[in-house]
């Protein structure tokens, strides 16, 4: 009977939770179970809503409870994990504790190659501004050497690699840094914000490598095209995504998953990874769903006017959280984006 | 653009959260989701994982707290709910603040008729035992008046209703008395322990009602084969789909979803109602995810077992938790038996 049963990959995933809306947790957990993984859900905060509506209310988790949670899982055999994804955490402790997880998994499946993988999205800042506490980064340096694949955005990228990155020369250097310092299998740099000469203006790029054994970056972009309207979430989105798309596309190659950190053979070329593969299906569901969130967008906004009281309609300065909301990624809407989507972008050499 | 665009229902979960396995909030966000919900899970509680392993961490939400959950997303315009799903809420005052929660939106919406649906289910205790304190059952009676549907197990409905029920003729009486007495207008009695001439052994029956506009029960039931195998969070699973499938269900009906509670007419036979049909449904969907969670349990439980150390294998007397965990809901790989199962289940009058 068991040989006819396909188990689903089971996940640990760490990062905020919101009662309203589709950020963090609220994301990654949806679409890991949508693409079929098994999801543990650690919650790093419990908040009302995401902070770019500028109010919320809510609790966080201390590092303590972090722990303390997780060592419940322990002692019942829950932690049996194929795969981590960890994202926003409050505070370098807290950051400490989710490394902490990482690094006994790590541990505990030492003699196993390729059976527990952690992605590392090292939520810190953009736009050239931390948003946590400046202790974060030292935090999250020090875990990097335990990371499979990490997912930062270009300022975070910079912090990480103590690299400044303005074009795509030095974004390649920060890569082999954080490649041969960190020794960290693969990378994403998530967003870009300097322009190329073959990148149109209305696009945008990510940057991906796995390194080969000697820690030599192999370099893949994909560019798409923006869509010009601010959405919170994305980066959760784009991790959990990837953890499930990195799974599939390593399964495709006989025996990589067998190996540690699903490290590609060198002679495989940058745009032929796995990682670029993975990564260019999460883009074609990311344009999907983004392209139908901001055509929702109008239909979202008339339907919370009208349900307003007369005095709040009043308010037009209340204006900025009818449209946070009605900017919030729809997902429950557009499983098939995630699952299939139609779209198609293509990894060329960076 | 606004009327192309289908907007998902709002449906506000309040149940507690499990990191590991699939019980409370867990079960009911992704089911909610999976069949087209946009959710905002208040978790009230975040364990390590369900109390059923008989050991846990992890920390309870006040009430307080829930109070404030929930401020904060009315001060953002984030409370325009369709619908509410509640289930297990620690202690008697975290019960009253999820009803002041309800009780809020009830009059916030009391000018748009059948606008907003309260599912409660009155999470108490089984099997002729209390597994909450003695104070939250008044707490809970002093919230049914407010509540459109409930799903009282055979002992909760004992315990609302102060109707002992040892056969259907009692049951019926207990159905009549939580009509009459506290104007509830659906109800479901999710498990019946006592056996009928028409109602083999090895099936189940849940009994439901809708009451006329003279609070008149009209019951039926369904009876659908037993799966021999005790799993957590059945539920909370049959809450989320219910709460889905009655809002289908009386969406087919012209005009019934602009109407109080959606009660149906008067002349609608017990087995014509809404929440007959949207009742078959939902056990359909349960009987398969629980026959395929029976027959996934060899394979998880074998899977754990090879991935334990060889001092902890040798703990038989640590084979509960094994259990347990393989008892866990088999959800993200059964979506296509939440969403249309194949298998027919027929309400027949009570």
């Not at 589709?22 to 890991?32: D, E, H, R, S, Y």
């Not at 590392?120 to 800042?125: I, K, R």
């Amino acid at each position: 009977m068991s040989d006819s049963v396909v188990l689903a990959p089971r996940v640990l995933a760490v990062a905020s939770h919101v009662v309203s809306g589709n950020v963090g947790n609220k994301v990654a957990v949806f679409v890991l179970q949508s693409l079929g993984s098994e999801v543990a859900a650690l919650n790093t905060v419990q908040f009302s809503n995401h902070t770019g509506y500028k109010q919320w209310t809510g609790t966080r988790a201390t590092a303590l409870e972090i722990t303390d949670l997780y060592n419940g899982l322990k002692q019942s055999y829950l932690d049996d994990f194929d795969m981590m994804l960890s994202g926003y955490i409050p505070g370098a402790e807290g950051v400490t504790a989710v490394g902490n997880i990482a690094k006994g998994l790590k541990d505990k499946f030492q003699h196993s190659p390729g059976k527990f993988f952690w992605v590392l999205d090292p939520v810190m800042g953009d736009n050239g501004k931390l948003y946590v506490a400046p202790e974060v980064v030292p935090a999250y340096k020090a875990l990097l050497p335990y990371a499979d694949l990490i997912l930062p955005n270009q300022f975070e990228a910079e912090q990480l690699s103590d690299v400044k990155i303005v074009d795509l020369d030095s974004l390649t250097q920060a890569i082999q840094v954080l490649h041969e310092k960190f020794n960290i299998p693969h990378i994403i740099i998530t967003s870009v914000s300097f322009t190329t000469p073959d990148h149109p203006p209305s696009h945008l790029s990510v940057i991906g490598s796995t390194m080969t054994s000697g820690r030599k970056a192999r370099t893949f972009k994909i560019t798409f095209p923006s869509i010009d309207c601010y959405f919170c979430g994305t980066g959760d989105m784009f991790g959990a995504l990837i953890t499930s798309r990195i799974r599939e596309a390593t399964g495709a190659v006989p025996g990589l998953r067998g190996r540690a950190s699903w490290l590609s053979d060198d002679d495989v070329p940058a745009t032929e990874l796995p990682l670029a593969r993975a990564a260019e299906k999460v883009l074609a569901s990311m344009h999907e769903v983004l392209a139908k969130t901001r055509d929702a967008m109008p239909a979202v906004m008339e339907r919370t006017w009208a349900e307003l009281k007369a005095e709040d309609r009043d308010h037009k300065d209340k204006a900025h959280y009818v449209k946070s909301k009605a900017a919030e990624l729809q997902l429950v809407t557009n499983l098939d984006s995630l699952r299939s989507p139609s779209i198609k972008f293509s990894a060329t050499k960076a």
